[in-house]
Nanobody, 123 residues
Framework: QVQLVESGGGLVQPGNSLRLSCAAS????????VAWFRQAPGKERVFVAG????????NYADSVNGRFTVSRDNARNTVSLQMNSLKPEDSAVYFC????????????????WGQGTQVTVSS
């Protein structure tokens, strides 16, 4: 079992930045790829960014590529999502998820989920 807890969400103005964190506990964290997903009201949960177990590989949705950066610190069992140049369309509940294989962008392929943190981008 892996337990995940997200933090760092909030209200920000367009163009500003926000950093989300995902703290993990439980089994060996470096064994798991981690991904960030987001879900806006009335919409499906979609992939945002992913990182491999040791952090050597990352991938991003086209909508955030170049603005968001995912990183991890396995010594501290944390994964972060740095979000820059935020837009109103980035508003959503953001979830971190852990699974066995890096590169998967489908939510049902991830075994463990956090409770989510709300990000609102508005002036």
């Amino acid at each position: 079992q892996v337990q995940l807890v997200e933090s760092g969400g909030g209200l920000v103005q367009p163009g500003n930045s926000l950093r989300l964190s995902c703290a993990a506990s439980g089994r060996t964290f470096s064994n798991y790829a981690v991904a960030w997903f987001r879900q806006a009201p009335g919409k499906e949960r979609v992939f945002v960014a992913g990182i491999s177990g040791r952090g050597g590989s990352t991938n991003y949705a086209d909508s955030v590529n170049g603005r968001f950066t995912v990183s991890r610190d396995n010594a501290r069992n944390t994964v972060s999502l740095q979000m820059n140049s935020l837009k109103p369309e980035d508003s959503a509940v953001y979830f971190c998820a852990a699974g066995g294989i890096f590169g998967r962008t489908t939510s049902n392929l991830y075994n463990y989920w956090g409770q989510g943190t709300q990000v609102t981008v508005s002036s």
